[in-house]
């Protein structure tokens, strides 16, 4: 995944949300928070890094970037258990069963947005 048009797409997301919120014009962003799943394909250092060079010029100028990275979480299907595992190890962790739908970890989620004082 190209993080440089990932930023441009979370700032573009960001852009359009506060367009829907009057109330908000004219107000700066101070932070931005975005999950990354461990098999988004997303690299969140290079997310961090890039997004300084996305923002400039963008309601998202001098913001925040906050990275929460999520691994990949499975559920079993044959004993229940939900837990996480790593990234090329999809199987229960409990009874080895392959039979594991994933829950969570391929996901590129906006999950909070602060603005400035106005
Ligand atoms: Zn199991």
């Known amino acids: 995944m190209h993080e440089l048009s990932l930023c441009e797409a979370l700032i573009s997301t960001v852009r359009r949300q506060l ?19 461990a098999l988004s394909g997303c690299e969140p250092d290079l997310l961090a890094r890039m997004f300084p060079h996305a923002s400039p010029g ?7 970037l906050i990275v929460d ?28 069963d392959q039979g594991v739908k994933l829950v969570a970890g391929d996901e590129v989620l906006l999950t909070g947005l602060t603005l400035a004082e106005a």
């Open 19 to 37: 367009a829907t919120r009057p109330e908000y014009a004219g107000r700066r962003i101070k932070s931005l928070k975005v999950t990354i799943g």
């Open 58 to 64: 963008t309601v998202a100028e001098g913001a925040e």
């Open 69 to 96: 990275f999520q691994s990949a979480r499975v559920a079993c299907e044959a004993c229940g258990t939900e837990r996480d595992v790593a990234a090329n190890l999809l199987v229960c962790p409990k009874c080895g």
